[in-house]
């Protein structure tokens, strides 16, 4: 008896806490941007978004999208300051993430369903024929929107990205969010001191083998991850990515828009030959970009690189065919694809 009123009182605790953690989070790191409502398909959906910099003749807009894990501010603080020098450039949190609603759509966690909710954010903000950046699992988005609208479209970034299905499966704290009883008290009392552990070295690790930015946590908000809601939303995403993958990635080879493809080749977070450089392979007339000695975060590690591939592409400037590998100490070298 005196366990189970130990261990009661330990969830209680852990409940205040985390419930308190939360509600200072929201404080600490409110919205920085503006939202925008949605309709149709997507009705009640509401979107977070920052849009910086304006429209310009010659030059396509830009839109962000950000990985797993994460939000918008990480694009606030790598590439929405530059590139907002030379065009219109929109960040949105995806659906569940950050500041955006998750809403009622019953797949929202498919890639597809959240390009179309993005593009429908996007047309009513104006945004015509953007260049779309997507960063690791924001790269499965980016790649179903080439797909399904290409003619919306002026180009194409993956960036570390997700994009096929890999070998083994998940975490296994995402099944626990799943289980129904286990999952909402997991949520609401582990997240949060979990999160607060193991951030740091989850950090240093996404970024491996380059140093993170300083205090790189906290200026993007972290912590916002570990709300239960967002948290919840991370899973299902994270969890039921390979399916949907399995089934994106055949159709690949019909990407018709001009496509850079970035990486690292030391990203040991998303395999580089497993998903950029197969999705290279793939993509008729597509430039692969290979940073050596880079890994999963090149916005930031080598941010002046994925700049110019975006602002290349909303020039109008044609892909270079083939794979340019970019040496640490700023050797270029370029392989023509074959048959050129």
């Given at each position: 008896?005196?366990?189970?009123?130990?261990?009661?009182l330990?969830?209680?605790?852990?409940?205040?806490?985390?419930?308190?953690?939360?509600?200072?989070?929201?404080?600490?790191?409110?919205?920085s941007?503006?939202?925008?409502?949605?309709?149709?398909?997507?009705?009640?959906?509401?979107?977070?978004?920052?849009?910086?910099?304006?429209a310009?003749?010659?030059?396509?807009?830009?839109?962000?999208?950000?990985?797993?894990?994460g939000?918008?501010?990480?694009?606030?603080?790598?590439?929405?300051?530059?590139?907002?020098?030379?065009?219109?450039?929109?960040?949105f949190d995806?659906?569940?993430?950050?500041?955006?609603?998750?809403?009622?759509?019953?797949?929202?966690?498919?890639?597809?369903?959240?390009?179309?909710?993005i593009?429908?954010?996007?047309?009513?903000?104006?945004?015509?024929?953007?260049?779309?950046?997507?960063?690791?699992?924001?790269?499965?988005?980016?790649?179903?929107?080439a797909?399904?609208?290409?003619?919306?479209?002026s180009?194409?970034?993956?960036?570390a990205?997700?994009?096929?299905?890999?070998?083994?499966g998940?975490?296994?704290?995402?099944?626990?969010?799943?289980?129904?009883?286990?999952?909402?008290?997991?949520?609401?009392?582990?997240?949060v001191?979990?999160?607060?552990?193991?951030?740091?070295?989850?950090?240093?690790?996404?970024?491996?083998?380059?140093?993170?930015p300083?205090?790189?946590?906290?200026?993007?908000?972290?912590?916002?991850?570990?709300?239960?809601?967002?948290f919840?939303?991370?899973?299902?995403?994270t969890?039921?990515?390979?399916?949907?993958?399995?089934?994106?990635?055949?159709?690949?080879?019909?990407?018709?828009v001009?496509?850079?493809?970035?990486t690292?080749?030391?990203?040991?977070?998303?395999?580089?030959k497993?998903?950029?450089?197969?999705?290279?392979?793939?993509?008729?007339?597509?430039?692969?970009?290979?940073?050596?000695?880079t890994?999963?975060?090149?916005?930031?590690?080598?941010?002046?690189?994925?700049?110019?591939?975006v602002?290349?592409?909303?020039?109008?400037?044609?892909?270079?065919?083939?794979?340019v590998?970019?040496?640490?100490?700023?050797?270029v070298e370029f392989?023509?694809?074959a048959?050129?």
């Amino acid at each position: 008896m005196a366990l189970l009123f130990f261990i009661a009182l330990l969830l209680a605790g852990l409940f205040l806490y985390s419930a308190w953690t939360a509600w200072r989070t929201a404080a600490l790191f409110p919205p920085s941007g503006e939202f925008v409502d949605l309709d149709g398909e997507f009705e009640g959906m509401r979107l977070h978004y920052v849009s910086r910099g304006e429209a310009r003749e010659g030059i396509a807009p830009v839109v962000l999208i950000h990985g797993a894990s994460g939000n918008l501010r990480d694009m606030e603080e790598s590439l929405v300051p530059e590139l907002a020098k030379h065009t219109r450039v929109v960040a949105f949190d995806r659906p569940g993430h950050g500041w955006s609603g998750r809403g009622r759509h019953p797949d929202i966690s498919n890639p597809a369903v959240q390009a179309r909710a993005i593009r429908a954010a996007a047309a009513k903000l104006g945004v015509e024929k953007p260049v779309v950046l997507g960063h690791s699992w924001g790269a499965s988005v980016a790649a179903a929107w080439a797909l399904d609208a290409p003619e919306t479209l002026s180009g194409l970034l993956p960036l570390a990205g997700a994009l096929y299905p890999w070998p083994g499966g998940v975490a296994w704290y995402h099944s626990v969010v799943r289980t129904p009883l286990a999952g909402a008290i997991f949520l609401r009392t582990l997240t949060v001191p979990g999160g607060k552990l193991l951030a740091e070295k989850g950090v240093a690790g996404n970024f491996h083998p380059n140093p993170a930015p300083d205090a790189y946590a906290e200026r993007i908000g972290l912590s916002l991850l570990f709300r239960p809601s967002h948290f919840r939303a991370n899973s299902e995403d994270t969890s039921n990515l390979k399916p949907y993958l399995a089934r994106q990635s055949a159709g690949y080879e019909r990407i018709s828009v001009p496509v850079i493809v970035v990486t690292g080749n030391a990203d040991y977070t998303v395999s580089p030959k497993l998903h950029s450089y197969a999705f290279h392979n793939a993509v008729h007339g597509s430039e692969l970009v290979k940073l050596k000695g880079t890994g999963h975060m090149p916005h930031h590690a080598r941010r002046d690189i994925v700049v110019d591939a975006v602002l290349r592409l909303a020039r109008g400037e044609r892909p270079r065919a083939g794979q340019v590998t970019i040496h640490e100490d700023g050797r270029v070298e370029f392989a023509p694809a074959a048959g050129r």
